[in-house]
């Protein structure tokens, strides 16, 4: 394996880059035929949807999607009224198919490394 190691350059580069990078994604919804416009997850909130996770997996997937669609906007009471949820989040398990939540929520994390089993290796072991 060729490698390089990463500079100082490199990632002051990558900083203006990242903020380049598209931060939005439209994504179909086949039982619906129409798309949703989410934000891609940052660091805060796929933490909050892992430890919302903790006691229930399902339950962190609502969260992530209810926090990352921005349109139609899944946040407004009048829609949690619609469909008579106390928990907003809620909400998502009301519209959506099991499969869809979990489509949906894999396209949200595809980006962020987190189940990226080959995202780092160890190129050699070092002494000292």
Same mark, same amino acid.
């Given at each position: 394996?060729?490698?390089?190691?990463?500079?100082?350059?490199?990632?002051?580069?990558?900083?203006?880059?990242?903020?380049?990078?598209?931060?939005?994604?439209?994504?179909?919804? %086949?039982?619906?035929?129409? @798309?949703?416009?989410?934000? %891609? &997850?940052? @660091?805060?909130?796929?933490?909050?949807?892992?430890?919302?996770?903790?006691?229930?997996?399902?339950? #962190?997937?609502?969260?992530?999607?209810?926090?990352?669609?921005?349109? &139609?906007?899944?946040?407004? @009471?009048?829609?949690h009224k619609a469909y008579n949820v106390t928990i907003p989040y809620k909400v998502i398990d009301k519209i959506f198919t099991l499969g869809e939540i979990a489509s949906?929520?894999?396209?949200?994390?595809?980006?962020? #490394?987190?189940?990226?089993?080959? #995202?780092?290796?160890?190129?050699?072991?070092?002494?000292?």
């Amino acid at each position: 394996m060729n490698t390089k190691r990463l500079t100082l350059d490199e990632l002051i580069n990558m900083a203006t880059e990242n903020d380049k990078r598209d931060k939005y994604i439209e994504i179909y919804i %086949k039982s619906l035929d129409s @798309t949703i416009k989410a934000k %891609k &997850p940052d @660091t805060e909130l796929m933490l909050d949807a892992l430890d919302t996770a903790k006691d229930n997996a399902h339950d #962190g997937d609502l969260y992530l999607i209810y926090n990352s669609i921005v349109d &139609p906007n899944f946040k407004d @009471t009048k829609l949690h009224k619609a469909y008579n949820v106390t928990i907003p989040y809620k909400v998502i398990d009301k519209i959506f198919t099991l499969g869809e939540i979990a489509s949906i929520s894999k396209i949200l994390t595809q980006d962020t #490394g987190l189940y990226d089993s080959d #995202g780092a290796t160890i190129v050699d072991n070092l002494k000292n």
